[in-house]
T-cell receptor, first 116, second 111 residues
Framework: DAGVIQSPRHEVTEMGQEVTLRCKPI?????LFWYRQTMMRGLELLIY????????DSGMPEDRFSAKMPNASFSTLKIQPSEPRDSAVYFCASSFQTPGAKNIQYFGAGTRLSVL | SQQGEEDPQALSIQEGENATMNCSYKTSINNLQWYRQNSGRGLVHLIL?????REKHSGRLRVTLDTSKKSSSLLITASRAADTASYFCATLSTGANNLFFGTGTRLTVIP
């Protein structure tokens, strides 16, 4: 398996523009997580899905952020409009969880977002 | 916050020495995991210890867990320059489906 695939790897945009980050989880995994990592705040969980359904979006910072998972093999994180303080590395991770499972997460390589 | 706290924040050692990183957490857990992050890359799972275990080994890694103190430590023996990375602990709280990640320890191994 190719692992979790994120695109693009780098995104540079101007304030006010819409940004869409993409993630393809590992096939067969039933949980998908979106994280944001910055030097100041560390690794923050934004939202996670189970079987394509959003379970907890309490980490989404503002209404400017939205996430979707239209099917088991694809998810998007959208920021509209983007602001300079959104600059960070955004990670997608997936896991396969059953009762008593270990909940080990597999991370993508991340998308480095710079909002100018 | 349910996030774990790790110390030290940064650690610099010579190749061949042992590196010890500590993690403290706040809630009752199902398991505790350690992840590694190389610069510019995603996190990679290293080792997991369940709440009913006290010590676990994997190659040059040794993890201990003290649930009474809500703390864990990761020991890397005979460190190599390639071990240079950030190391994070993550806890799976009882009844939860998501992990809570610590603040990380930045390890530098000098050749």
């Amino acid at each position: 398996d190719a692992g979790v695939i994120q695109s693009p790897r780098h995104e540079v945009t101007e304030m006010g523009q819409e940004v869409t980050l993409r993630c393809k989880p590992i096939s067969g995994h039933d949980y998908l997580f979106w994280y944001r990592q910055t030097m100041m705040r560390g690794l923050e969980l934004l939202i996670y899905f189970n079987n394509n359904v959003p379970i907890d979006d309490s980490g989404m910072p503002e209404d400017r952020f939205s996430a979707k998972m239209p099917n088991a093999s694809f998810s998007t994180l959208k920021i509209q409009p983007s602001e300079p303080r959104d600059s960070a590395v955004y990670f997608c991770a997936s896991s396969f969880q059953t009762p008593g499972a270990k909940n080990i997460q597999y991370f993508g390589a991340g998308t480095r977002l710079s909002v100018l | 916050s349910q996030q774990g706290e790790e110390d030290p924040q940064a650690l610099s050692i010579q190749e061949g020495e042992n590196a010890t990183m500590n993690c403290s957490y706040k809630t009752s857990i199902n398991n505790l995991q350690w992840y590694r992050q190389n610069s510019g890359r995603g996190l990679v799972h290293l080792i997991l210890i369940r709440s009913n275990e006290r010590e676990k080994h994997s190659g040059r890694l040794r993890v201990t867990l003290d649930t009474s103190k809500k703390s864990s430590s990761l020991l890397i023996t005979a460190s190599r320059a390639a071990d240079t990375a950030s190391y994070f602990c993550a806890t799976l709280s009882t009844g939860a489906n998501n992990l809570f990640f610590g603040t990380g320890t930045r390890l530098t191994v000098i050749p």
